[in-house]
């Protein structure tokens, strides 16, 4: 997938992100070189979901990655209140073990919600 100009998310539709299963799949990817990414660097690698999401691997500290699903083009709503209810994101905070080779969760969006999220996200990136 090429960087191209993207949709939002139809009002009528709730966006089809990706499972626990999925977002280890990317972290994996991204750790082991990002072979699957449409744009990267050392920190970070974009992947492209489908029409409405994109996936934003970071590297936070060694062994903990962010993954993140997100519509980059956002949301078409019907009407204003209707964006209080949207899941705007989801992400998950991983953990690898090198020596077994095993993925910890540390924090995921829908079980804490975006907020606590983007907080461990930060403290996490900055430490």
Known sequence: MSIEIRIPVPYSEAPDYPTYAQAQ????????GAAGAYLKDERWAKYWLSGYLDILTTLLQANIYAVIAHPPAGFEVAYASD????ERFRG???????????????????????????????????G
């Open 25 to 32: 799949a990317y972290a994996e990817d991204f750790r082991t």
């Open 83 to 86: 964006i209080e209810g949207y």
């Open 92 to 126: 998950w905070i991983l953990q690898y073990d090198p020596a077994t080779e095993l993925w910890t969760l540390l924090a995921a969006s829908q079980e804490v919600g975006e907020d606590e999220f983007r907080r461990v996200r930060r403290e996490l990136k900055q």
